[in-house]
């Protein structure tokens, strides 16, 4: 707005003006005009008070909300909408274009400081309501103007700014408190997986100690408590073949090895019939086939020369030592199983055992070695010679059967080198506990031993082949006790001819493979 357009905006403002209106109005203003015009409340009075205040600069295009508030002070309403309706919006628009500018940071806040003016004669104005009116001070921009203080106000006032702040602060404030929850709660699972781990590896533990010790019980129960002066009757009984060699179910044809189940049924590894038979207790006409028996071949429902059977308890399952096939394959303990599956291969095994933890040992008697094997791998652990064939203590020559103690170690009929050695539990080199005396039939000799049996109290039995004989010895003797057979080969009660297999059951009665009368023999303890 130029000036001109402000004096007849003014200039209006003189028709909505009474005389009483001009009274107050040249009151108002008393202070800052000279006397005369103050006196002259006529229009030409008015005009020429506002021209007075236009002048001194009181009022401009820049700077006149002021009056609005004047006018308001002495009750002209009219003249007061006049000017707001005519001026404001162009004030409005141009405090815009300023701070668009970036030139002003401030807007317009209007106070007013009220001051009473008294004339020398001690009067005072009053309005047309009978309310005193007083003078008003107003600085603006840095001048003293009337009733009318006109400043810039911050856009971003402290207060803005403030809640600004405590925003930003709060939002800080989260997000440390969800990093530190989230340090808390990663820190939480860690503690709680790595308890959870500590928790499942104790329960494994606590598993692996009771399943060691329900295996000690079942061993305890399974292997028989013999007196050291205990004896056996002489003559054996026929339990199981000696109907002459062929392949009928109750005849056998050259038989290794052999197991006494918990029910005193006899399973027996039928050699040359390529199959493992059953003869349940109490019945010694026939045996049933549980294994095999399909002809000699390498398909997964037949067999080839087995040399040894055990039974896994935990799987019901018999382990089977499937030698011409050169193989371990387990079948399900039960009549009416069609096939196996293959637990090892590429093994030339001979004799199997498995200690409380099942572990599975067998032996290869073409690398002269023993190996342990958890159930499910295929390459196994070395308890047992692997340096080659010999005679030394950390060497075997061809070793046939096995047998796996409480403490796990392992007893091998070294067969070449007429000797039952011991291993150790992580040993090197085996002990010598029953011949390595070279051959021959003397109290201290062995003559190509194959099977063999520990007792509780570490008592060893054993099949001493060539001499056909069953030979004891306790543990700490010098020579070994006869307790069956030695009465030369033969097919009488009290005689054998190539004794192979050999198992105690839990009562102490004595089974042994009579190999070559393709019968197997009860010596019953007496």
């Avoid at 970036?102 to 309005?127: A, L, R």
């Avoid at 197991?259 to 390529?274: G, Y």
């Avoid at 005679?391 to 059967?401: C, E, G, I, K, S």
């Amino acid at each position: 707005m130029n000036a001109h357009d402000l004096r007849s905006i003014l200039l209006k403002l003189q028709n909505r003006l009474k005389d009483d209106d001009r009274k107050r109005l040249h009151f108002f203003f008393g202070n800052d005009v000279p006397r005369r015009i103050r006196d002259d409340p006529s229009l030409g009075g008015t005009l020429s008070l506002m021209e007075s205040l236009f002048d001194q600069d009181k009022i401009n295009e820049e700077d006149f909300p002021f009056l609005i508030h004047a006018f308001e002070a002495i009750q002209c309403i009219d003249a007061a909408k006049i000017l707001r309706a005519e001026i404001m919006p162009i004030t409005i628009k141009q405090i815009f274009d300023d701070q668009d500018d970036d030139k002003y940071k401030y807007g317009v806040q209007c106070s007013f400081v009220p001051k009473k003016i008294i004339y020398e004669n001690d009067t005072v104005m009053n309005d047309s309501n009978d309310k005193s009116i007083d003078a008003i001070t107003t600085t603006t921009d840095n001048k003293t103007a009337l009733h009318l203080q006109s400043k810039w106000k911050p856009v971003f006032s402290v207060t803005l700014i403030i809640w600004i702040c405590l925003f930003i602060f709060f939002v800080i404030l989260i997000i440390i408190f969800g990093a530190v929850s989230g340090i808390y709660l990663h820190r939480t699972l860690q503690n709680n997986s790595q308890l959870q781990e500590n928790i499942l590896a104790k329960k494994e533990k606590s598993n692996e100690t009771i399943q060691r010790l329900a295996n000690e019980l079942k061993y305890m129960q399974n292997i028989p408590k013999i007196a050291f002066d205990a004896q056996w009757s002489p003559s054996g009984e026929t339990v199981a073949g000696g109907n002459g060699i062929g392949s009928a179910t109750n005849q056998l044809q050259y038989p290794w090895g052999l197991l006494v189940d918990d029910d005193q049924s006899i399973i027996i590894a039928d050699f040359r019939n390529h199959r493992i038979v059953q003869w349940k207790k109490g019945n010694t006409t026939n045996g049933q086939i549980v294994a095999g028996g399909k002809g000699e071949g390498n398909e997964l429902n037949q067999l080839n020369g087995p040399t040894d059977v055990l039974i896994d308890k935990e799987t019901d399952g018999l382990i089977i030592c499937d030698r011409n096939n050169q193989r371990v394959v387990r079948w399900l303990h039960r009549i009416g199983t069609t096939q196996g599956k293959v637990l090892i291969d590429n093994i030339m095994c001979n004799g199997l055992a498995m200690d409380d933890l099942r572990y599975l040992y067998v032996s290869d008697i073409e690398k002269h070695e023993v190996r342990r094997y958890q159930l499910g791998d295929r390459n196994g652990t070395l308890v047992a010679g692997g340096n080659g064939q010999g005679a030394d203590l950390n060497q075997l020559n061809r070793p046939y059967y096995i047998f796996v103690d409480r403490q796990q170690n392992v007893y091998v009929s070294d067969n070449n080198n007429d000797r039952v050695v011991k291993w150790a539990k992580g040993a090197k080199d085996g002990i010598l506990v029953a011949g390595g005396q070279g051959q021959g039939s003397a109290l201290t000799q062995l003559l190509h031993p194959l099977g063999l049996f520990v007792d509780t109290l570490d008592t060893l039995y054993v099949a001493d082949q060539w001499n056909h004989r069953v030979m004891r010895w306790p543990q700490g003797e010098k020579q070994i006790i006869v307790i069956m057979g030695g009465n030369g080969s033969g097919a009488r009660e009290d005689q054998f001819h190539y004794p192979y297999g050999l198992f105690l059951d839990r009562n102490g009665n004595l089974y042994v493979v009579d190999q070559w009368n393709h019968r197997v023999q009860r010596f019953s303890i007496i």
